[in-house]
């Protein structure tokens, strides 16, 4: 069974830094699509970055040239880097991994930015 695990949250000042890790029970190589999504209070969920096996990288408009998604195949893990972090990224985020099974989601991880 697939398990992502997420770490990284935490409470950040606005225009701080943060850096997100997902760890991935199995070779990310398995994985169709790989990516970070958030979800505020009261707000569905929306995608925030994702790799496709194809080596495309989206990101919402929302984070773009603030936020980079990476990998490390050795690791099995992805990472989110957010820079120039707005108290309207405060969410729960969350890993997320596709197959040609399902998608798989991580617990979540809580990330508040204080004005």
């Known amino acids: 069974q697939v398990q992502l695990v997420e770490s990284g949250g935490g409470l950040v000042q606005a225009g701080g830094s943060l850096r997100l890790t997902c760890a991935a029970s199995q070779s990310i190589f398995s994985f169709n699509s790989m990516g970070w999504s958030r979800q505020a209070p009261g707000k569905q969920r929306e995608l925030v970055a994702i790799f496709h096996s194809s080596g495309n990288t989206n990101y919402a408009d929302a984070v773009k040239g603030r936020f980079t998604i990476s990998r490390d195949n050795a690791k099995n893990t992805i990472n989110l880097q957010m820079n120039s972090l707005k108290p309207e990224d405060t969410a729960v985020y969350y890993c997320?991994?596709?197959?040609?099974?399902?998608?798989?989601w991580g617990q979540g991880t809580q990330v508040t930015v204080s004005s």
């Open positions: 997320n991994a596709g197959d040609r099974v399902g998608m798989y």
